[in-house]
Structures are given as C-alpha cells and as structure tokens.
C-alpha cells in the first residue's frame, strides 16, 4: 500500500473534537484559566493495550491536523509513521488560534474575548493540558512523542515532566531561546504594537494589526531561513514582479529585491491564517520555555526522563543553533538520559523540519528500527 | 606626543563647514538633485604638494566629525592616522541628517522639506558629489580612503569611479548586500512605515515615528551584532531593570528578557539623533550599491583601479559575511587590481570595526609601514 504526499495531506483524521478540562487550571505564571478547550485530531486506531499512540506536536503557526502540514512522515514506504500500525495524535497548543483556548476565545469571567489578557502560556502548561487529554483517552505511555521548534520544546517537557508516559522522545530543533530568538521574537511583537490597528490588543476581527502581523511574520521567516538559503534563492534579483530597485519611489514602497517582494508576500499570506493576540502569545511561550526552571538544577530535571531522548539540531539554524542542541543533548546524557544528537545537514535553516521533510524522516529512520 | 581617546573625542574639527555643489546633480536613478550641500569637517592640515589629505567615509549612522565616531584611529602612538602628518576629511553623506542635503532639507523647488519625495540616492551618487568637494579643495589624489559598512561602500565605489584620485583604499565589512541584509534592511524600513506617525513621511518635526524608528534600529543593531555576542552578554537573563519575563504582561510589553531592554534602549536612543526619512534614504542606498552596475562586467569595473585595496572583512559579520568580502577581494584582485584580503577574528558581528577599533588598527597597521 502506497499513499501519495497529495493523498495523505487530504487525509481527514479519523476523530477531531474538542477536549474540555472542566476546572481552573493553574498556570506556571502564577495566573489561572479556567476551563480551558484543547482542540485534537487522531489518526488511526489506538490498539487493545493503547500503547501505539504518537504524539506530534506542532510548532508556532501549526495546527491539529497533523497529516496537512507534515504528510511526508506518514509515505508509505519509507514514511516514520504508519497509519496501519500507529494511532497519530495532534493536539493544537493553548494560546494558538486552531480551535483550543486562545486570546480569541471568550474568558468566561468576563464574557468577552481574552484578547491581550490572555495570560502568559508556559510550555508547561501545554504539556500539563496535553497530558490530561491523553489520559482521557486512555493512554498511559505514549510510543513517542516527537515535534520540532516550539513542537520539540513540548517534547522535552514531555519527558521531563511526565517520564514514566513516553517512551521515545524525538524534539528538532529546539532548546531553550538563546538572546539573539528571544531578540528577534520581541522585534516581532513590537512590529504587531506598532500596527495603529493594533489597539492595545482589543482590535476587532474585521479590523486586525494585518501590517503589523505581516512585519512579524516576515522577521520570523528571516530567523526561520538562513543567509545561504536566502542567496541562493534571492541573490540580489530584482522583485520577480518587475520592480526595479534601481529607482526612486516614494518611501521605498516600490522598487522591492526580490526577497523583500518575498517576504511581504509571506507577511500578507499569513493574516489570512493567524491572529496577533495569538502571534504574541506563543512566541512569550516559546521565550519561556525552560525545561529547567523550578528544578534544583539541569541533574535534578534531566535525570527524571526516562524516555530514549533523541535531539536534531540543523546545520544551517540560527535561530536554534546546532551548538546549543548539541549541548542540551551532552547535558541531558550528563544527567543520566539516554540522549543522542543528531544533525541534519540543510542549507534551509530552523525550516528545513518542514522544507526537507524527507531528509529529516532519512535521518531519523534508523530509530524504529 | 599622545592623546587620549577622550581628548580626540573632544577634539573640534580645524575646519568645517558646507560645500554646496551649485548645479542640477543627475542620479544614477535618472533624476536629479538640485543644489545639494555637503557638511564637512577638516581635522590636520593638508601640507603644501596637498598629497596628505586621508578621506574618513562613515557609516549609516555616523557624520562628518570623524574623530568623535573613529578616536582609536587618530591615537598616539599606534593609531593609524597622524593629524601631525595626515590631513583627515569627513564628509557627511547625501541622504543624511547630519548637515548635508537629505529628506529634511528643504526642496529648492517646492519651498517645503523634500521628505519622502527625497530621490533614491546611489553610493556612486554620494562619492561623485564627495569627489567635487576634495577637488575643490585642491586635492588631486588622496592618500588614503577609508571606511566601513557603507564608508566601506564609498571606498570601493571610489577606487572605481575615480582610479587615479585614490593611492590606498580601505573597505571594511563592506560588500554588495546579500538577499539577507537587503530582506533585513527591508523589514527595518517597513517597521518604520507601520507608525502610525509615519503619515506616509510627511510627519513634522516634532511629531516624527520613534516608535517604528526604534524597532528599524532594534532590528538594525541585531544585523550589526552576533549570535555569540549577545549570548556571552545576555543569555537568557531578565531585564537588568528588573522586569520578571516569567509573568503575565499586557502585550508583553513588561517582562522582557535583557536582550529586549537592551534593544529597545538603542531604538529608542537613536530617536534622539536620526530621522526616519533619512534612515530609509541611506538604508536604501546600501542596498542599492553596486560598483559593476552599468560597467560592462566585474572585469571592466574592477580592472579600471589603480589603488592599492584592502578589504577587511568580520569573522562573524552576517550582514556582510567575511566570504562575500573574502570573494570581493579575488574578483578584484583576477581584475589585476592590487587587492589584498584581511579577515579580523572578531565575536562582535559587523560592528566590530566600531566595538574593536583598537584590534582593527592593529590588523591594518603594517599597510602604512
């Protein structure tokens, strides 16, 4: 049985719902939410004794639906996951805007949406969320957890937090932000606040900070991609529209490079597919993201997991730098962890787990083995 | 004879003044600028054969008072230039805000600030006005033409444009730029568009776009510095002031992390000495230099130099990565052009040639033995 890339992206799950935790829940912030929805899609059939589920977490811009934005991982032959023999799951993380609890969703407290006051989201917090959602479902270890980016910080607190519930941890391109993300994640969200529509964050659905979100997006793909990505594809062409750079235009709106014309392409395309509130809020959550804090020390939370940890870094990442995943792998083994490295050699940059879907699935392979 | 750092800092130019070109200036975009003025400043004395004179060029953001910007260079003994021996000139560039004829001066023919009408300004438009002021002063040939970053441009630009007025061309980190630094560069005219000041550059003196100038130059000093740099100086620490980036913050605008004090302290700081307008002139004209643009190929441009080049490029500059300036430097020399590579090992990023002059001194100083 083959299944093309086409096919699988098409692919409806097998379930999608809505998972309510009926109580206040208490967050690493120190704040609460109450009653929180996480919205989850399943694909395939968990077995008699449940133990072939697989979690994959998505990263910033992602969603439940995991077979739409990562179909390469379920090719048959050849895929990491088989349909056939796995029960797939994607859990849409608290803060997005695909469908679980997030500044777009209404506070119960006050009947009105959260907008800016949507509290602070820990990574921890999604992981404690998603744990009561597989717990629902009758799991109690899951095969593996895998994910990259803000997916692979879930992982980690995956493994951290709940060690006896996964087996195999697989978390790409992630650790804790360095200065120069956590950098260039605020810029991000100064562009937003900087959109007049903006509005302190009470914008209205039909009037949102799209110039401000677009800026955002564009700096985020900068730090997604990498410089010899960006030159083999873009040099210093013209705008492929037929700018000329050349040329005076009043306020640089016109005569674009080709990769300017890129990346406000990539900027406008977006707004048609995110929320700010929602942009803002889960880049705080990857800021956050430190699998150490609360712990005594790195010992104290690494040698909780039990799971066979497996960390990719990518060549050509600056956002996560391979030298900082390669170190959080040393560390996480210091601890006691089985925890391998491994690279993935890509001129793509922090978006070669979604550009080169392939080679990461080549390079992962020898895992289920 | 020696002099502190702070007394060269402190030191006022022999000579400055404005040197107006009393024409119709064409551009290299094809339109013209009326009676441009150009702010400089004399430091030394040009000695009698007026063969002594050394051009300082500056970069995005720096003026004519090159002593103030550049002190390491002028210091005794080890400095590089001798106001004993050497007659310094800075020239303030076209498109800026510090004396010569930019956004903010006022069109001759509409009375009123030209503002974002302000036309695209080529560095080779900025180095023939430069060559009109240095023959006015009687120079037939300079000693030596310096710079980085854009000053660096204006070098090169120099070297081609005017092969026997330049005996010994410097250009520091300086090359075409890549698809990265013109997306950067882009995004950072963007932030400022999104102002809702910006008014579409017809904003007043008194009510001008800080807020979006800040994240341009928050996202400049990014391009400027290294990811090791800020790790080595912020990690992943809170905001020095204090600020807890574990909470809850309306918008995020509270709990930063340092990095995100750090950057929004140096928007806000440059407020106080730039203008928008001038920001997206002179970004626009690093983006658009180019010294083989209307040469018929890199052959014909490059073979045409007669100077004595050095390109100096950072070790850790991804603005303009040490490879693009290391290939520069072997396009010129295969042009039969006598060019010379230096790379300075540095963790400081582009702004190496601002944050290590001392090292930068050294590594050029047996150019001038």
Redesign the interface.
């Known amino acids: 049985m083959t299944a093309t890339i086409e096919q699988v992206q098409a692919r409806r799950p097998d379930f999608e719902g809505d998972f309510l935790i009926d109580e206040v829940v208490p967050l ?4 609460v939410l109450a009653r929180p929805t996480q919205h989850y899609a399943i694909y395939g059939k968990l077995n008699a004794a449940r133990d072939n589920a697989v979690l994959v977490c998505h990263a910033l811009s992602g969603n439940a639906e995991v077979a739409t934005w990562w179909p390469q991982l379920f090719k048959k032959p050849g895929g990491l996951l088989d349909l056939d023999r796995d029960c797939v799951i994607g859990i849409n993380i608290l803060g997005s805007c695909y469908g679980s609890t997030g500044p777009g969703s209404v506070d119960p407290e006050t009947g009105r949406p959260y907008g ?2 949507f ?2 989201i ?1 990574v921890r917090d999604i992981v404690r969320a998603q744990e009561k959602l597989i717990s629902s479902l009758g799991i109690r270890k899951l095969k593996l957890a895998i994910g990259a980016s803000i997916g692979g910080m879930q992982v980690l607190e995956w493994a951290v937090l709940f060690p006896d519930r996964v087996a195999r941890a697989v978390s790409i391109g992630a650790a ?5 993300g ?3 994640n ?2 991000q ?3 937003i ?4 529509k903006w509005a ?2 009470y914008y209205l659905p039909d009037d949102e900070p799209h ?2 979100l677009a ?1 955002a997006r ?2 985020g793909i ?1 730090s997604y991609k990498s ?1 010899p990505l ?2 083999a ?4 062409n013209p705008n492929r529209t037929g700018e000329n ?9 016109n ?6 014309g ?3 392409y990539q900027g406008r395309k977006f707004n048609e597919r995110f929320d700010a509130n929602a942009y ?1 809020c889960i880049t ?1 959550s990857m ?2 993201f ?1 699998p150490v ?1 609360a712990h005594a020390s790195p010992y104290a939370a690494y040698s909780r997991i039990q799971a066979h940890v497996t960390l990719v870094g990518i060549s050509t990442d ?1 956002l996560f ?1 391979p030298e900082d995943v390669r170190s959080l792998a040393a560390i996480i083994g210091a601890a006691g962890a089985r925890c391998e490295y491994r690279e993935m050699a890509s001129i793509h940059g922090h978006d070669a787990f979604l550009a080169e879907p392939d080679h990461l699935v080549r390079l992962l392979h020898p895992i289920f083995e």
């Open positions: 690493e912030s120190g704040e800016p006051t509290p602070l820990n804790p932000l360095g200065a120069m956590l950098g260039l605020h810029l969200r100064q562009a606040m900087l959109d007049p302190g964050g110039g401000g800026v564009a700096l900068i410089v960006f030159e594809r873009f040099a210093r750079p050349f040329i005076s235009a009043v306020a640089g709106q005569g674009r490079f080709d990769i300017a890129y990346l406000d803002i705080r800021d956050t430190d804090r600056w730098p």
